[in-house]
């Protein structure tokens, strides 16, 4: 079953803050804000990984990983968990090149594609934590 973003989901990535989750090859986890995330179709969300440090590593190791996002004021939020793809050059790194000169930002390590795999609910209440995805 593939899944797909929604209108709701693809608002609040654009609008909120989302935090991406990788392990180490030993388990341990990082958790980093990236403010670059944003939907890049409707199975995949692509960010800018700046520092090539961490977040980075991580990827390289074990490339599931997962990202949370929340809107507090209207008490919504998803989690996606996913594979990403590290991209240090094409057309999609060059786009996003441009997008961090644009915002006065350093040109990125890397560009990152999470293909979407599973969708969770991370609404306060009953639902929370239910996979919707």
Do not use: W
């Not at 989901?9 to 989750?21: L, N």
């Not at 030993?26 to 977040?55: H, W």
């Not at 599931?64 to 929340?70: A, R």
């Not at 991370?122 to 996979?131: D, E, H, V």
Request: net charge neutral; glycine share 8%.
């Amino acid at each position: 079953m593939a899944v797909k973003l929604t209108q709701e989901m693809k608002d609040v990535i654009g609008s909120q803050q989302c935090f991406i989750a990788t392990c180490d090859k030993n388990n341990r986890p990082n958790v980093a804000p990236k403010r670059s995330t944003r939907v890049l179709d409707d199975q995949t969300l692509i960010f800018n990984e700046g520092t090539g440090k961490r977040t980075y590593a991580n990827i390289l190791d074990n490339s599931v990983v997962s990202i949370g996002v929340v809107d507090r004021e209207k008490l919504i939020g998803f989690r996606f968990v996913g594979n990403a793809q590290l991209l240090e050059s094409g057309d999609l790194y060059d786009q996003a090149a441009k997008m961090s000169e644009q915002a006065g930002m350093p040109k990125p390590k890397a560009v990152v594609t999470v293909s979407i795999e599973e969708i969770y609910d991370l609404k306060p209440g009953p639902t929370a934590g239910t996979r919707i995805g």
